[in-house]
């Protein structure tokens, strides 16, 4: 039997800073929008935080042994993660089999994912996206897991080949190589437009854990046997301040809200890393308070938790949601809190219960435990069935979920529709040339608009909406897309407008994907032009910015004469149920809607127009007759 290696001493403030990195990414989750609204780098505190401490236990090990026992450290990694991880996933896709609809979404997938901590891989092929909540995954949060778990079985073989380097500086000069590598892979990534390829993959987002390893290749042996340097007020307090400032620092990077940019992946991300291992280097310093602070019973309590508290919170806030009408979007305080609630709850449970026996006795050792007890006292075989019939209904409940599980969710669906509709729109649509202009008449005489006399620009309600819009105007041109946003619009509109393709009634819908300003509404309406008439649809989503957005679109529409407002959001207010679980996609009854209140606007547009040219000829008229009179 392989003996155990040499533990080292425990390091101060590491389980203050998993608090701290939990509670951003919870805080995150079920209060979005608040104080933290960048709480996902939660994520890289404990990315760091895992990269010092197992390359920490490897490094004893390697030195008392002469060599890394890989069975020993990868069992021990199954106890500590395999349970909880296991109790989560079963547990949560039963329950979702009960509530049905999306959240049962690609069920398979996901939890064969999880079961093989490849899920950042599963969703990065699949095309999930963690920073989108209209098909909100069960277990999302678990790509985290798959890319810590996927260093574990890694750097256990590569250690010790670097270990061969004499030169300590080398060592660490390689490591903090491959984290430069790693961040500007994820910006290069980023570059071209890929988020969830940039965010979940393990070789972009590696260089927090590497920030970690090369943290405990410098600091390892000193805080075994710290030289006297390291022992002198001075050096303590300057660290300790250093600790104290970065800590600080970190809680505001947590709180800038994201951009879909580099300054974010890996800005935001790389800098989280680096204050974080400024604050466990002050937190473990020999005689610095900074570790003694962290270590109070409440962040301690808490950290011990926090893997519990990471795997619960997110397959619990997305049933919550789901069961509530709501989305984890826009989530309602009550949502919040009883997420909250039940996630301690659970994971503390989970901790007591389940995780500490596993990982003190093993898995065997816990088996022989449970068969003992059913051959104990009558209370203990009581429990002992119990606990056997809930894992049976467990495993029943996450195979009939796996069965019923759509491929798709609603939304997914309806927009899935649209891109079919418009593929199958193509070749059979009937000339694009626009339409002359109509002879002036004394009374002008509204015509119904056809569909080769508009052009549609929109995101990805318009392309859920599609079908619809097709079918009501046939030979319309649709160009929509997913999460394109209104500052996409003038670019697009502009390559329309050169090619000659812009028609004479111009219908933009982009006001889903966040806020917008007015200098680019008024970009649009130089593009479009006074000769064309252009209509502006406003939005509806459970987002903190649509009213800003409906707001500033009545107000632009207000502003111009060839300027009209669709109201979606008023003509579909009424009829949630026609719309897809993310409560922001039509399915195809929601869609008529959609088409029909932009036709309502396009002949709002066509009447105005009409009105406008009557309103020329008349005062040509007048002005030709008087000119007439005084010959």
């Not at 989108?132 to 949060?141: G, M």
């Not at 970065?246 to 809680?251: C, G, I, N, R, V």
Request: aromatic share 8%; proline share 6%; net charge neutral.
């Amino acid at each position: 039997m392989t003996d155990r290696p040499p533990r080292p001493a425990r390091y101060a403030g590491l389980d203050g800073m998993r608090a701290i990195a939990v509670a951003l990414v919870i805080v995150y989750h079920l209060f979005p929008g608040w104080v933290f609204a960048g709480g996902f780098v939660g994520v890289d505190v404990f990315f760091v935080i895992s990269g010092f401490l197992i390359t920490s236990l490897l490094l004893v090990e390697h030195r008392a042994a002469g060599r890394i026992d890989l069975r020993a450290f990868w069992t021990r990694r199954a106890r500590r993660l395999a349970p909880a991880l296991l109790l989560v996933v079963t547990v949560c896709a039963s329950v979702a089999w009960l509530v049905g609809g999306d959240v049962l979404a690609r069920m398979g997938a996901q939890i064969l994912g999880a079961v093989t901590f490849s899920y950042n891989w599963v969703s990065i092929a699949g095309g999930s996206d963690y920073f989108a909540a209209t098909s909100p995954e069960l277990f999302r949060n678990l790509w985290s897991l798959a890319v810590e778990e996927q260093f574990y079985v890694l750097w256990p073989v590569v250690l010790p080949l670097l270990l061969l380097v004499r030169s300590r500086v080398v060592r660490v000069a390689v490591v903090l190589l491959a984290a430069g590598a790693s961040a500007a892979w994820m910006a290069q990534v980023i570059g071209g437009g890929d988020l969830t390829r940039a965010y979940f993959g393990t070789d972009t987002h590696a260089f927090g854990i590497l920030i970690g390893v090369a943290l405990a290749l410098v600091l390892r042996a000193a805080l075994a046997e710290p030289p006297s340097w390291m022992l002198r007020r001075r050096a303590t307090t300057l660290v300790g301040s250093a600790g104290v400032v970065a800590l600080a620092a970190l809680l505001v990077v947590a709180a800038l809200p994201a951009a879909d940019s580099a300054a974010t992946f890996p800005g935001a991300m790389l800098a989280a890393s680096l204050l974080t291992a400024v604050v466990i280097t002050a937190a473990t310093w020999p005689g610095a308070p900074l570790g003694r602070c962290l270590d109070v019973a409440p962040l301690r309590w808490v950290g011990d938790r926090s893997y519990g508290l990471y795997l619960w919170h997110w397959p619990v806030l997305v049933l919550l949601a789901a069961t509530s009408g709501a989305t984890p979007a826009e989530v309602p305080l009550t949502i919040a809190v009883v997420t909250l609630v039940v996630t301690v709850v659970a994971a503390e449970l989970s901790y007591r219960l389940w995780e500490t026996p596993v990982r003190r006795r093993g898995f065997r050792g816990a088996a022989r435990a449970a068969w003992g007890a059913l051959r104990g006292s009558p209370q203990r075989r009581l429990r002992a069935v119990a606990a056997a019939g809930a894992l049976l209904l467990m495993l029943g409940g996450t195979t009939a979920a796996i069965a019923a599980a759509p491929a798709e969710t609603s939304a997914e669906s309806a927009v899935r529709a649209g891109i079919d509709a418009l593929n199958d729109a193509q070749g059979t649509q009937p000339d694009a040339t626009p339409t002359a202009d109509p002879l002036p008449v004394p009374t002008p005489v509204p015509t119904p608009v056809g569909g080769t006399e508009i052009t549609a620009v929109g995101d990805s309600v318009m392309l859920a909406s599609a079908p619809a819009l097709v079918d009501r105007f046939p030979g319309i041109q649709v160009d929509a897309a997913v999460s394109r946003s209104m500052y996409a619009g003038p670019g697009i509109l502009e390559q329309l407008a050169s090619a000659g393709q812009l028609r004479r009634y111009v219908v933009v819908a982009l006001g889903t994907n966040g806020a917008i300003d007015r200098a680019t509404l008024d970009e649009i309406e130089r593009i479009v032009g006074p000769d064309r008439e252009l209509v502006v649809v406003n939005a509806h989503a459970p987002r903190d910015w649509i009213a800003g957005v409906n707001s500033e679109l009545q107000t632009f529409a207000a502003d111009y004469p060839t300027v009209e407002l669709a109201d979606w959001s008023g003509a579909i207010g009424a009829h949630e149920d026609l719309l897809a679980g993310d409560r922001i996609h039509p399915e195809s009854a929601g869609g008529r809607i959609f088409a029909d209140t932009v036709g309502a606007a396009v002949d709002t547009a066509q009447k105005d127009r009409l009105d406008r040219q009557y309103a020329l000829d008349l005062r040509s008229y007048e002005l030709n007759r008087r000119l007439l009179g005084s010959n």
